[in-house]
């Protein structure tokens, strides 16, 4: 199984500073194709996960331009170019390259200072 | 809207079985994979389980093989997980999420609201 972590375990943020999470993998998650398989999601206080970025960098319909991802192989970032007080939650990366067998990050909980 | 509706969720005792549902409305269910991805109180997340249009593929994590099963009814727009010899370790909310899939990949672009199930004596 292809085992994911992420650093940091959590992240007090400033409002209108930037934040990152960085995300790895056991294994290169750079598919034949070109494609990194790892997406993005967030869990919001209350809420279901929902996608934020998909295929490594490519964000979801209706996610801000705040938000970008990057990496390939095995090592993943997720940027929040200036943190707002909505961005609050838990941010977890996952694999979608082993099929079956999908496997989501710890987690990294994003929280106003 | 794509809207997906967890329902079946509750109290059981360990050994006992539950049936999950999710219903589906604003898209054709019947062109998506869907899934199931649960999470334990206080934990993160664990995918569970995938079924295929046309229930051409299915999959399940190793935590739950043989116990679970998935299944799909197009007629009716809706996703099942039959849980059978439960365990405390299943105790978690469960959310069905729609598979969009977009180079190959799966990604999990819609989710219900989720529904709890406890496993307890």
């Known amino acids: 199984d292809i085992v994911m972590t992420q650093s940091p375990p959590s992240l007090p943020v400033t409002p209108g500073e930037p934040a990152s999470i960085s995300c790895r993998s056991s294994q290169s998650l750079l598919h034949s194709n070109g494609y990194n398989y790892l997406d993005w999601y967030v869990q919001k206080p209350g809420q279901s996960p929902q996608l934020l970025i998909y295929l490594g960098s490519n964000r979801a319909s209706g996610v801000p331009d705040r938000f970008s991802g990057s990496g390939s192989g095995t090592d993943f970032t997720l940027k929040i170019s200036r943190v707002e007080a909505e961005d609050v939650g838990v941010y977890y990366c996952?694999?979608?390259?082993?099929?079956?067998?999908?496997?989501f990050g710890p987690g990294t909980k994003v929280d106003i200072k | 809207e794509v809207q997906l509706v967890e329902s079946g969720g509750g109290l059981v005792k360990p050994g006992g079985s539950l049936r999950l549902s999710c219903a589906a409305s604003?898209?054709?269910?019947?062109?998506?994979?869907m899934n199931w991805v649960r999470q334990a109180p206080g934990k993160g997340l664990e995918w569970v389980s995938s079924i295929g249009t046309g229930s051409s593929f299915i999959y399940y994590a190793d935590s739950v093989r043989g116990r679970f099963t998935i299944s799909r009814d197009d007629a009716k727009n809706s996703l099942y997980l039959q849980m059978n010899s439960l365990r405390a370790e299943d105790t978690a909310v469960y959310y069905c999420?729609?598979?969009?899939?977009?180079?190959?990949?799966?990604?999990?672009?819609?989710w219900g609201q989720g529904t709890l199930v406890t496993v307890s004596s």
């Open positions: 996952m694999q979608v390259l082993d099929t079956p067998g999908f496997t």
């Open positions: 999420a729609r598979d969009r899939a977009v180079a190959g990949a799966n990604h999990f672009d819609y």
């Open positions: 604003g898209f054709t269910f019947n062109s998506f994979a």
